[in-house]
């Protein structure tokens, strides 16, 4: 058993993987044989992430606020605090570009905190980045 009596520090989202102002704190990263990772994620609002995928699902719990989260091609879904989103790795996408994943960020005017949960891949890495999100295709921006 490990404890870790004290968070780690928070780091500011990389201007490559979310606009706006966002905050990552990772609150845990078990030794080898897991992959888990868990991470609370801090957006303002209208910030968000790229768009992105991750290796082996994902799920979001919302502790605070208020935001969206959306698969591409498909309807944006307002989250709040209280929900969990499970999103698949393998979820058929209907846009040619099938198999990037949601954006997800805070709403217009509510900042959001979510916990995301991962499983990292075999060679470490938690998620697939890809473009980012312009305030004309962002909802809350």
Same mark, same amino acid.
């Given at each position: 058993?490990?404890?870790?009596?004290?968070? /780690?520090?928070?780091? &500011?989202?990389?201007?490559?993987?979310?606009?706006?102002?966002?905050r990552l704190d990772e609150i845990a990263a078990?030794?080898?044989?897991? %992959?888990?990772?868990?991470?609370?994620?801090?957006?303002?609002?209208?910030? /968000?992430?790229?768009?992105?995928?991750?290796?082996?699902?994902?799920?979001?719990?919302?502790?605070?606020? &208020?935001?969206?989260?959306?698969?591409?091609?498909?309807?944006?879904?307002?989250?709040r605090a209280g929900d969990t989103v499970w999103?698949?790795?393998?979820?058929?996408?209907?846009?040619?570009?099938?198999? %990037?994943?949601?954006?997800?960020? !805070?709403?217009? &005017?509510?900042?959001?905190?979510?916990?995301?949960?991962?499983?990292?891949?075999?060679?470490?890495?938690?998620?697939?980045?890809? !473009?980012?999100?312009?305030?004309? !295709?962002?909802?809350? !921006?």
């Amino acid at each position: 058993m490990e404890i870790t009596r004290n968070p /780690r520090h928070s780091e &500011r989202g990389p201007a490559n993987r979310f606009t706006g102002s966002v905050r990552l704190d990772e609150i845990a990263a078990p030794a080898e044989p897991s %992959r888990l990772r868990l991470y609370s994620v801090h957006f303002a609002p209208g910030s /968000r992430t790229s768009w992105h995928r991750h290796p082996h699902g994902q799920v979001l719990h919302v502790t605070e606020g &208020r935001g969206l989260v959306q698969c591409e091609g498909g309807p944006v879904e307002e989250i709040r605090a209280g929900d969990t989103v499970w999103i698949e790795a393998d979820e058929k996408l209907p846009q040619p570009s099938a198999g %990037r994943y949601p954006p997800h960020g !805070a709403g217009a &005017r509510t900042f959001m905190t979510p916990l995301g949960l991962v499983e990292a891949a075999a060679d470490g890495t938690t998620a697939e980045w890809d !473009a980012l999100v312009g305030d004309d !295709a962002y909802p809350a !921006a």
